[in-house]
């Protein structure tokens, strides 16, 4: 039974097709992965089937009475509530349903016989709709669903306004699940997650009864939930059972019989053409060079898919620093409170350093604090005179300017072509280039922010999650980049397989913290 149906829709922005003729179905209980490469339409397609964007023609049909939780890369929360308060939100009906009781139950006091058994059977009703969808329990579930997030150890009594990007998308995500919807539409879940909340995420997906459409880049989080792949491409969507890695499977063989195809049809062009070229002028053989030409008018060319340009990363190495590029003394992270014991460590020239350990216990807070950014909690840390540090934040929306004006407000020594370049090299079209960079995608989003890093003097490489939003493509181009670099990184990052190979030491700040873990 199919709860989604999309018929022959198609969209474009700003001269460029989007989507053209795109066919999509969501049967109960299928498990989707959208894929694609950065920029080629997935967040466009959920906005149109959730009806925050029209299409330029075709339908979408859902089936009655389903009910719909979308979680994308801007949705807000509402100011001024506590994480408890916006979670309660997912059974906002049950609590109106709660209120509309005890209102009974205040009226009886003056009802007369009548319409006191209509409010006590009113009243029963709804006794028995909080009884049997939980509601009694609810804080219980919530502590559950918080906990395996990781929103628990940021305390649940904590104001929405003092939270982090990544710690307000954990409490929507959390939000989302709890309303337990028929179908789940979620873009990029795991950014700002550690592992060990992918874990628990990746469980409840595979156990999840409903059917769900994720938009993800995260390959072995893929594998493990999805069983359908749709995977969007020149504005074409195609349908492909099985996970992520079946889907390659099966894209390659495709490719290669395409390509295959190809070939012999280029050779039987070029045979008719050479037929033709010779025959048409004789008169005993002018027929049959036209029919020969009516074949080749009435062929179906093969086109092969265009090889989009990879991006191109590369940091160049500026000069060399001290031996400590970074040296720390009894150094204590934190904001209002400490965050970790004393710490005393140095970050040697020429390392590579990943930083792990679930979030909330000071990743993005060492980064920080061994730059200068914010002050130390306690103790000392100092950055060598000669290091030239480069970073990439976790968070950055951007501003309301385009991209191209933003970077060229930043390097005014470039003219307007070796901005366009420097952009298209990381894999930004002309259309992004010339997009606001508050409404570019997560991924493109990213690629601009690194494109700006590239062109900084550096010799000590700091990135914070830069994974988050890239797909497969972008990560790995980006990885080989730390790999050459010949430089000092540090790295925090949620994905292992991303930094296995590259860095020289793991730090787990696990074992620095005061909390509990």
Request: charge should be negative.
């Amino acid at each position: 039974m199919s709860v989604l149906t999309v018929e022959n829709v198609s969209h474009g922005f700003g001269g460029r097709q989007i989507l053209e003729d795109a066919s999509f179905r969501l049967n109960k209980g299928e498990h989707v992965g959208l894929v694609g490469a950065n920029g080629e339409g997935k967040t466009t397609f959920l906005n149109i089937i959730t009806g925050n964007l029209m299409p330029d023609a075709g339908t979408v049909s859902w089936c009655n009475h389903i009910t719909t939780g979308y979680l994308d890369q801007r949705t807000t929360l509402t100011k001024g509530t506590s994480i408890m308060d916006a979670l309660r939100g997912a059974f906002a009906h049950y609590y109106e349903l709660e209120a509309e009781m005890l209102a009974d139950y205040d009226k009886m006091a003056e009802a007369d016989e009548a319409e006191l058994e209509t409010l006590m059977a009113d009243a029963a009703d709804i006794q028995d709709i909080l009884e049997h969808s939980g509601f009694y329990t609810i804080d219980a579930r919530i502590q559950e669903f918080a906990n395996g997030l990781g929103l628990g150890d940021i305390g649940l009594e904590k104001s929405v306004d003092e939270l982090s990007g990544g710690q307000r998308s954990k409490v929507l995500l959390t939000k989302l699940l709890l309303e337990n919807p028929m179908i789940l539409i979620l873009d990029e879940p795991t950014n700002y997650l550690d592992e060990n909340h992918i874990v628990w995420l990746t469980r409840f997906l595979q156990n999840y009864e409903n059917a769900f459409i994720l938009v993800s880049h995260d390959v072995p989080f893929l594998n493990d939930v999805a069983n359908v792949i749709y995977h969007v491409e020149d504005a074409v969507l195609t349908r492909y059972a099985g996970n992520y890695d079946d889907f390659l499977h099966m894209y390659d063989i495709k490719k290669t019989q395409l390509e295959q195809a190809f070939k012999k049809q280029q050779k039987e062009i070029a045979d008719l053409e050479d037929f033709i070229a010779r025959n048409k002028a004789r008169i005993a053989t002018s027929n049959m060079a036209k029919s020969r030409q009516k074949k080749l008018d009435k062929m179906e060319k093969i086109e092969l898919t265009k090889e989009k340009p990879r991006p191109e990363f590369r940091f160049d190495y500026s000069r060399a620093p001290g031996k400590y590029v970074i040296e720390a003394k009894n150094l204590v992270l934190g904001y209002d409170e400490a965050l970790t014991r004393p710490l005393t460590f140095h970050v040697e020239r020429g390392k590579k350093i990943a930083i792990k350990g679930v979030n909330g216990l000071g990743k993005s807070t060492l980064l920080k604090t061994m730059l200068g950014i914010i002050p130390a909690f306690d103790g000392d840390v100092k950055m060598d005179y000669y290091a030239e540090p480069a970073y990439f934040e976790q968070e950055d929306y951007g501003s309301d300017k385009t991209a191209l004006q933003d970077f060229w407000d930043e390097f005014p020594s470039l003219n307007n072509g070796e901005v366009r370049r420097a952009l298209a090299k990381c894999g930004l079209t002309t259309e992004h280039i010339e997009s606001q960079v508050r409404v570019l995608s997560g991924g493109e989003n990213a690629k601009f922010r690194l494109c700006k890093l590239m062109q900084r003097p550096m010799n000590l490489l700091v990135l914070d999650e830069p994974t988050n939003h890239l797909d497969p493509e972008a990560k790995d181009v980006l990885r080989e980049a730390i790999k050459d670099f010949k430089g000092t990184v540090i790295l925090v990052s949620h994905e292992p397989e991303f930094y296995a190979g590259v860095v020289t030491d793991v730090w787990n700040v696990e074992e620095w913290t005061t909390k509990v873990v």
